[in-house]
């Protein structure tokens, strides 16, 4: 249960500040709460926060360090359910209709998840794998893939990318090279690396949890 008259953000930020509450016995920063939550900046945690105070959920004290009081503790759900909004390659590049199929907010199948393999982050979404090239990360064909979508990554990230030129999709470990030259990894020994200009690539999100297929 949701706790009434709060967005899905405000109520991950509420339950973020229970968590980690229990597990510190102290308090988040707001710094730890953008980290937490998946937040794009401070000033998005502080509106959120803002409203929490009014709706007297949380008191927050400028004037002490990590000065967030829980006043009323969160409906706390064991899961949720996550959207699977289409396939991704594993092997070679698969075309993918337009852009607009990866929006996370359409329609879709869901696939439910305990909350603790999301951790309070944003914007996930689940993609089926179709292919073999990250097998030695024991990503299989079939399994699915729970990402964050963000649209930056750290080389060696797994990563779902969007080749523009080609409107493919994949999935690969990401590289950008000294060159600047775009390489995307596959995980299998058997399969060659795709070289691409990093002005062709779109990161559409980065690979937190694989649910495997059990045959």
Partial sequence: MKTEGLSGRQQRILEFIYKFRKDYSYPPSVRD?????????????????????????????????????????????ESLNVPIIGHIAA???????????????SNADTIEVTRDIIRGKEGVYALKVKGNSM????????????????????????AAIWLKSEKEATLKHFYREPSGRIRLQPANSQMSPIYTDSANVEIQGKVIAVIRRMD
């Fill in 33 to 77: 709460i953008v980290a937490g939550c998946g937040l794009s900046s401070t000033s998005v945690a502080d509106y959120n926060l803002k409203i929490l105070e009014k709706k007297n959920l949380i008191r927050c004290r400028k004037e002490v360090s990590r000065g967030i009081e829980l006043l009323s503790l969160p409906s706390l759900s």
């Fill in 91 to 105: 092997g070679e590049p698969i075309p993918v209709p337009d852009n607009d199929a990866w929006d996370i907010t």
């Fill in 135 to 158: 097998i030695e990360d024991l990503i299989n064909d079939g399994d699915l893939v729970l990402l964050q979508s963000v649209n930056v990554v750290e080389n060696g990230e797994t």
